[in-house]
């Protein structure tokens, strides 16, 4: 059963970047596919990105279109784990992010089987 952790959130200016990492353990990641949530305060959990992988590289990503263009999903370069880049961030983008793991790629957040206890991420105007 893998385990996950988020990492890499915080406080930054509109218009900045972050990049979240999300760790596995007791799995290899590139088995799964790896989801993105975000939930902001009052609002439902909703879908960022997804991607499959092939040979260890990310395949056949998947975006939200409010991130599409600025998001991105990567392969750690070092160790077992999945990278979302953001750029360009709107205090839109506020909320608890959270990875996710399932065998296949899916917009469907019920559809995962493994999650990490989220990270906060903060975009100030």
């Known amino acids: 059963q893998v385990q996950l952790v988020e990492s890499g959130g915080g406080l930054v200016q509109t218009g900045g970047s972050l990049r979240l990492s999300c760790a596995a353990s007791?799995?290899?990641?590139?088995?799964?596919?790896v989801g993105w949530f975000r939930q902001a305060p009052g609002k439902e959990r909703e879908f960022v990105a997804a991607?499959?992988?092939?040979?260890?590289?990310?395949?056949?990503?998947d975006y939200a279109d409010s991130v599409k263009g600025r998001f991105s999903i990567s392969r750690g370069d070092a160790g077992n784990a999945a990278l979302l880049r953001m750029n360009s961030l709107e205090p839109e983008d506020t909320a608890v992010y959270y990875c996710?793991?399932?065998?296949?790629?899916?917009?469907?957040?019920?559809?995962?089987?493994?999650w990490g206890q989220g990270t906060q991420v903060t975009v100030s105007s």
């Open positions: 996710a793991a399932r065998r296949g790629k899916s917009r469907s957040a019920h559809e995962y089987d493994y």
């Open positions: 007791g799995g290899t990641i590139s088995n799964y596919a």
């Open positions: 991607v499959n992988w092939i040979g260890g590289n990310a395949y056949s990503a």
